[in-house]
């Protein structure tokens, strides 16, 4: 397992724009899939957007395509999660996560998490 820290969360008008990010420690991201899913009061946890830290591929869930983007940072081992054109409906806890082997958007592959940053887009 990798100990992961999030932060950048916050709140944000309808329209804006936030960044989180995710920062392993303990070990390194090579050969991780890291992903983002998020939680919103009395919902289950959905996938966000993923990458694969080896080739950086990307992935995104239909609801953030074209709006989020996730990217890395091999010098610092850190993942990020841009945020643009947030909606109410993007109100969540956004947890990172990550597992040996590649990506997957599957919330029980993974075996780290981060504790959650809360993310509050006001309408």
């Known amino acids: 397992q990798v100990q992961l820290v999030e932060s950048g969360g916050g709140l944000v008008q309808a329209g804006g724009s936030l960044r989180v990010s995710c920062t392993a420690s303990g070990r390194t991201f090579s050969n991780y899939g890291v992903a983002w899913f998020r939680q919103a009061p009395g919902k289950e946890r959905v996938f966000v957007a993923c990458i694969s830290w080896s080739d950086g591929g990307t992935y995104y869930a239909n609801s953030v395509r074209g709006r989020f983007t996730i990217s890395r940072d091999n010098a610092k081992n850190t993942v990020y999660l841009q945020m643009n054109s947030l909606k109410p409906d993007d109100t969540a806890v956004y947890y990172c996560?990550?597992?040996?082997?590649?990506?997957?958007?599957?919330?029980?592959?993974?075996?780290?998490w981060g504790q959650g940053t809360q993310v509050t887009v006001s309408s």
């Open positions: 996560a990550a597992r040996a082997g590649g990506w997957s958007i599957l919330p029980v592959d993974f075996d780290s």
